[in-house]
């Protein structure tokens, strides 16, 4: 893809924004001033996923990728998420490692917040933060007090009861029924004495709209190590500087300024950022002209690919009139060679890229099973018609099925916009879908992530098949917001479809405190899932990071915590 003049512009004129902003700010060390003592420098991260429209991370306007590598470092949780994807408590947020009592039947977490703990404008982190996180993502059912907007109330809805004692610094959290995956939960931690409010509509309304891009954080709030003031961020240059938080009572960020610009996700404008010194550190979709132009840039230059938690993969929209007929859906599976896929993308730089065939493990997970029915293992045309002739399809003469009700066989498929990797994966699917009769269009959308008063959005449901990704963690019941049926509230279901008996299954998953049988479980919902293809997975998605080799600590983080997961720890060689 050629850079054009627009994305040329884009970094000369985001680092001048940035600049400006910064110049905005004094050097008290004040909270109002956004900088701090040290004397560390900046580090511009180029975003090349889609601008958020949003900070907020409960609502599905807050879902994106460049939502967490904003927020990931302001809002607090109780633990992180590592590189090797182990998981520990943040010893800042608490005191001690938290608690887990199931001597009673049940379970039982007690957490204890560190006496310093404190947002940015002095307020204790305290149990009250605790108890609204849960009540607001504990339902998404306005019938029992939830709110419809709730992006995901995994965890929350197994929750009967925090409390809080010691001042608030202790916080005991009930789980009825259990929740195997209980350390996903309070991630994050919302501030209570902004966000709460008495009356149910108006907390609900607050949380619905979350935190547009524009107005910022409410009240500048932090309680990490970064913080994002509302002047800081320049929302037509895509830029927002983070600064180090005041009140921060753990080790300062080293950095005075971690600015992240957006860049959209041209090649050739990630690769001139760094070439040129005008960007520190990009995280991009990896593609092959992109990673052997970083390549040359050594040793000025550092990069590593590596295989994260995160995959690839088809949603079918299941209100739409072909697509709500399995046997459509599963033609549609079986008419595409995802080897070949996989050897025309990621495998062009990664010899390790293979197919993926499970929807809740990848391929170097040790629970991953390959669950995939014989007839998904290659392309198999044959039975793709097969299927679209069962339901009543006829081949037209350009090779291309109708339908006597729904028309002529036609899928568009949305993907974000300004993605090669994602271009070519739709380009390679359409002349094999149309082997099958089934004809396939690409289409670049810019709203698929936006909230449901765009209609074309995956929330507004204005869609027929989507390419995209899930970025998971090391917890497997963060998936159950992705199938559960609609039923339960929309949640990520954006396929709009599933059976009680997934649900069950789904429920029993994230009941089980044993590992290996909630393993099990999970494989098992992943083999009903390939029953009703109401998802396609492609393979698991490599990660590709390079920055300037006079950055140091950066550190890749290929799970949701993303490549920012340390960034304050980032420092610039003397």
Same mark, same amino acid.
């Given at each position: 893809?050629?850079?054009?003049?627009?994305?040329?512009?884009?970094?000369?004129?985001?680092?001048?924004?940035?600049?400006?902003?910064?110049?905005?700010?004094?050097?008290?060390?004040?909270?109002?001033?956004?900088?701090?003592?040290?004397?560390?420098?900046?580090?511009?991260? /180029?975003?090349?996923?889609?601008?958020?429209?949003?900070?907020?991370?409960?609502?599905?306007?807050?879902?994106?990728? @460049?939502?967490?590598?904003?927020?990931?470092?302001? +809002?607090?949780?109780?633990?992180?998420?590592?590189?090797?994807?182990?998981?520990?408590?943040?010893?800042?947020?608490?005191?001690?490692?938290?608690?887990?009592?199931?001597?009673?039947?049940?379970?039982?977490?007690?957490?204890?917040?560190?006496?310093?703990?404190?947002?940015?404008?002095?307020?204790?982190?305290?149990?009250?933060?605790?108890?609204?996180?849960?009540?607001?993502?504990?339902? =998404?059912?306005?019938?029992?007090?939830?709110?419809?907007?709730?992006?995901?109330?995994?965890?929350?809805?197994?929750? @009967?009861?925090?409390?809080?004692?010691?001042?608030?610094?202790?916080?005991?959290?009930?789980?009825?029924?259990?929740?195997?995956?209980?350390?996903?939960?309070? /991630?994050?931690?919302?501030?209570?004495?902004?966000?709460?409010?008495?009356?149910?509509?108006?907390?609900?309304?607050?949380?619905?709209?979350?935190? &547009?891009?524009?107005?910022?954080?409410?009240?500048?709030?932090?309680? /990490?190590?970064?913080?994002? !003031?509302?002047?800081?961020?320049?929302?037509?240059?895509?830029?927002?500087?983070?600064?180090?938080?005041?009140?921060?009572?753990?080790?300062?960020?080293?950095?005075?300024? !971690?600015?992240?610009?957006?860049?959209?996700?041209?090649?050739?404008?990630?690769?001139?950022? !760094?070439?040129?010194?005008?960007?520190?550190?990009?995280?991009?979709?990896?593609?092959?002209?992109?990673?052997?132009?970083?390549?040359?840039?050594? %040793?000025?230059?550092?990069?590593?690919?590596?295989?994260?938690?995160?995959?690839?993969?088809?949603?079918?929209?299941?209100?739409?009139?072909?697509?709500?007929?399995?046997?459509?859906?599963?033609?549609?599976?079986?008419?595409?060679?995802?080897?070949?896929?996989?050897?025309?993308?990621?495998?062009?730089?990664?010899?390790?890229?293979?197919?993926?065939?499970?929807?809740?493990?990848?391929?170097?997970? &040790?629970?991953?099973?390959?669950?995939?029915?014989?007839?998904?293992?290659?392309?198999?045309?044959?039975?793709?018609?097969?299927?679209?002739?069962?339901?009543?399809?006829?081949?037209? %003469?350009?090779?291309?099925?109708?339908?006597?009700?729904?028309?002529?066989?036609?899928?568009?498929?949305?993907?974000?916009?300004?993605?090669?990797?994602?271009?070519?994966?739709?380009?390679?699917?359409?002349?094999?879908?149309?082997?099958? /009769?089934?004809?396939?269009?690409?289409? =670049?959308?810019?709203?698929?992530?936006?909230?449901?008063?765009? &209609?074309?959005?995956?929330?507004?449901?204005?869609?027929?098949?989507?390419?995209?990704?899930?970025?998971?963690?090391?917890?497997? @019941?963060?998936?159950?917001?992705?199938?559960?049926?609609?039923?339960?509230?929309?949640?990520?279901?954006?396929?709009?479809?599933?059976? &009680?008996?997934?649900?069950?299954?789904?429920?029993?998953?994230?009941?089980?405190?044993? %590992?290996?049988?909630?393993?099990?479980?999970?494989?098992?919902?992943?083999?009903? +899932?390939?029953?009703?293809?109401?998802? !396609?997975?492609?393979?698991?998605?490599?990660?590709?990071?390079?920055?300037?080799?006079?950055?140091?600590?950066?550190?890749?983080? =290929?799970?949701?915590?993303?490549?920012?997961?340390?960034?304050?720890?980032?420092?610039?060689?003397?």
């Amino acid at each position: 893809m050629k850079l054009s003049k627009r994305h040329a512009a884009l970094i000369a004129t985001g680092i001048a924004g940035a600049m400006a902003l910064t110049a905005c700010g004094g050097g008290s060390g004040s909270n109002d001033s956004g900088s701090s003592s040290s004397s560390g420098g900046r580090v511009i991260y /180029g975003e090349a996923t889609d601008w958020p429209e949003n900070l907020f991370q409960g609502i599905s306007a807050g879902n994106a990728t @460049s939502t967490q590598n904003i927020m990931g470092r302001v +809002l607090p949780s109780p633990f992180i998420v590592k590189p090797d994807f182990s998981v520990v408590y943040d010893k800042n947020l608490l005191s001690e490692e938290p608690k887990l009592d199931t001597s009673g039947g049940g379970q039982v977490i007690t957490y204890k917040i560190s006496n310093d703990a404190v947002w940015s404008d002095g307020t204790p982190i305290s149990a009250d933060d605790f108890i609204y996180t849960w009540k607001a993502q504990r339902s =998404a059912d306005p019938a029992d007090g939830g709110c419809e907007g709730v992006l995901s109330t995994n965890g929350y809805a197994n929750i @009967s009861d925090v409390k809080g004692s010691d001042d608030g610094k202790t916080v005991t959290v009930t789980f009825s029924p259990s929740y195997a995956d209980w350390q996903a939960v309070f /991630g994050p931690i919302y501030p209570a004495h902004i966000m709460a409010n008495d009356d149910p509509a108006t907390q609900c309304q607050t949380f619905t709209t979350g935190w &547009p891009i524009a107005d910022g954080v409410p009240s500048d709030i932090s309680g /990490g190590p970064w913080q994002v !003031l509302k002047k800081n961020i320049d929302v037509g240059g895509q830029v927002i500087v983070l600064t180090p938080n005041p009140k921060w009572w753990g080790d300062k960020a080293k950095l005075d300024q !971690l600015v992240i610009q957006g860049i959209g996700n041209d090649p050739t404008t990630a690769v001139q950022g !760094l070439q040129n010194q005008e960007l520190g550190v990009i995280y991009p979709q990896p593609q092959l002209d992109l990673v052997d132009q970083v390549e040359a840039l050594k %040793p000025n230059v550092t990069s590593k690919i590596t295989f994260g938690l995160s995959f690839e993969h088809l949603d079918f929209n299941t209100s739409d009139p072909n697509l709500a007929d399995p046997n459509v859906r599963k033609a549609f599976a079986m008419a595409l060679d995802r080897q070949e896929i996989v050897d025309q993308t990621v495998k062009q730089f990664s010899s390790d890229a293979q197919v993926l065939d499970n929807r809740l493990y990848v391929n170097n997970q &040790p629970e991953y099973k390959d669950n995939a029915p014989e007839e998904y293992k290659s392309q198999n045309t044959d039975k793709a018609k097969q299927l679209l002739e069962q339901s009543g399809y006829t081949l037209g %003469p350009d090779g291309i099925y109708t339908h006597p009700q729904r028309g002529r066989l036609k899928i568009q498929i949305d993907t974000t916009a300004n993605n090669p990797l994602r271009q070519t994966t739709i380009e390679v699917m359409i002349p094999q879908l149309k082997k099958a /009769g089934i004809e396939a269009t690409f289409n =670049a959308n810019p709203d698929i992530f936006a909230g449901a008063d765009k &209609p074309t959005s995956l929330e507004a449901g204005g869609f027929q098949a989507a390419l995209f990704a899930w970025v998971s963690t090391p917890f497997v @019941s963060a998936n159950q917001s992705i199938y559960y049926s609609p039923a339960n509230g929309l949640g990520q279901n954006y396929s709009r479809t599933g059976t &009680p008996e997934i649900d069950q299954l789904l429920a029993q998953m994230v009941a089980e405190p044993d %590992p290996s049988k909630a393993a099990d479980l999970a494989n098992q919902v992943d083999k009903k +899932l390939w029953d009703q293809m109401a998802t !396609l997975p492609l393979y698991q998605k490599p990660t590709f990071i390079a920055y300037q080799s006079s950055v140091q600590g950066v550190e890749d983080n =290929a799970s949701q915590a993303g490549p920012l997961w340390n960034s304050e720890q980032w420092s610039q060689k003397q």
